[in-house]
């Protein structure tokens, strides 16, 4: 199983992004799928998730900015990250939480991180 994180890049201040991360291999079900970032000198940390159903969560810093949504067809998770800040600058990365073919137990999953820049 993989996961497969792409979308990152430099940006201005109030700019737009759009991360992407997609689940391959073996995969019978995936639950939670969710963005995580980690900036320099700090802890990882979660910005959103979006359950199979399509309820999501926020971290309060980027409620009314970020938008998680997926494709369940197609295993993918989106963030579309609007109106970006200089302190949004750092490491995402996707993570879920799921079941391999073959196996009766759900386990989390990363992805490889996509660095965001926000500078001018």
């Known amino acids: 199983v993989q996961l497969q994180a792409s979308g990152g890049g430099l940006v201005q201040p109030g700019g737009s992004l759009r991360l992407s991360c997609a689940a391959s291999?073996?995969?019978?079900?995936?639950?939670?799928m969710g963005w995580y970032r980690q900036a320099p000198g700090n802890q990882r940390e979660l910005v959103a998730d979006?359950?199979?159903?399509?309820?999501?969560n926020y971290a309060d810093s980027v409620k009314g900015r970020f938008t998680i949504s997926r494709d369940n067809a197609k295993s993918t998770v989106y963030l579309q990250m609007n109106s970006l800040k200089p302190e949004d600058t750092a490491i995402y990365y996707c993570n879920a939480f799921l079941k391999r073919a073959g196996t009766t137990k759900m386990s989390n999953y990363w992805g490889q991180g996509t660095l965001v820049t926000v500078s001018s």
């Open positions: 291999g073996s995969i019978f079900s995936i639950g939670i």
């Open positions: 979006v359950t199979s159903g399509g309820s999501t």
